[in-house]
């Protein structure tokens, strides 16, 4: 080989192993970048792992107060039922007691206008036996004044008697004892009834008393 044609295959060598450093050194730019991108994942891969850690722990937390909120709220719901339950056993005592209610207050009227007609009864009865009473006074007035006038009258129409003369006494000489008048006789009042247990009483203010105790006044 001559000399030129050595040179020649030389330079054409050096051209090529050139290109075969710009090569090489273009990979280990490459291999550089790979490699720190390799690491930045493998940084991230870690990051990732550890927040992966954490919400798997929350998760595990979270799933816990879940169940824990499960048997809170299964607890509330049997409370609720146990309270519907009582809310339906106070609503029917509550609707007794107020048709009890209503019937102890139509009960209480009609006691209080049955109250207002005895006593009512009781005023007429008192006004009536005041009406007796002052007509017996003044039935007796009249009995006394028409007896006196009688008396009277009958001292001035009988004559004076004879001197008694001694000797034997007639048989039925003593004069007949005169009868009373029935109106002359004492005064018998009524019997008075209640108006509502018709126990009889002689006299106003017992009656009075007895009606009180009977419609319950104090």
């Known amino acids: 080989i001559t000399k030129e044609e050595h040179q020649r295959q030389?330079?054409?060598?050096?051209?090529?192993?050139?290109v075969v450093v710009a090569r090489n050194l273009e990979f280990d730019d490459m291999k550089n970048v790979f490699v720190d991108e390799i690491n930045c994942l493998k940084v991230n891969l870690s990051a990732a792992e550890e927040l992966h850690a954490k919400h798997r722990t929350e998760?595990?937390?979270?799933?816990?107060?879940?169940?824990?909120?499960?048997?809170?709220?299964?607890?509330?719901?049997?409370e609720l039922k146990t309270l519907a339950e009582q809310v339906d056993v106070l609503s029917a005592q509550l609707d007794i007691y107020k048709v009890?209610?209503?019937?102890?207050?139509?009960?209480?009227?009609?006691l209080a206008s049955e109250k207002d007609r005895i006593l009512a009864d009781l005023k007429l009865l008192q006004k009536r036996n005041q009406q007796l009473i002052e007509e017996v006074q003044n039935g007796r007035v009249a009995q006394e004044n028409a007896t006196k006038a009688a008396?009277?009258?009958l001292d001035k129409r009988v004559p004076e008697p004879?001197?008694?003369?001694?000797?034997?006494?007639r048989v039925g000489a003593n004069p007949p004892q005169q009868q009373p008048d029935p109106e002359e006789q004492e005064f018998v009042?009524?019997?008075?009834?209640?108006?509502?247990?018709?126990?009889?009483?002689r006299d106003l203010t017992t009656l009075q008393n007895h009606v009180e105790d009977c419609v319950g006044v104090e």
């Open 10 to 18: 030389l330079k054409v060598l050096q051209r090529e192993m050139s």
């Open 59 to 78: 998760l595990a937390r979270q799933a816990r107060d879940i169940e824990t909120k499960d048997v809170s709220l299964a607890e509330n719901i049997r």
């Open 100 to 110: 009890d209610f209503e019937a102890e207050r139509t009960a209480r009227g009609e």
């Open 151 to 153: 008396n009277e009258a």
């Open 162 to 169: 004879p001197a008694e003369t001694p000797g034997p006494s």
């Open 189 to 201: 009042p009524s019997i008075l009834h209640c108006p509502l247990c018709n126990n009889a009483y």
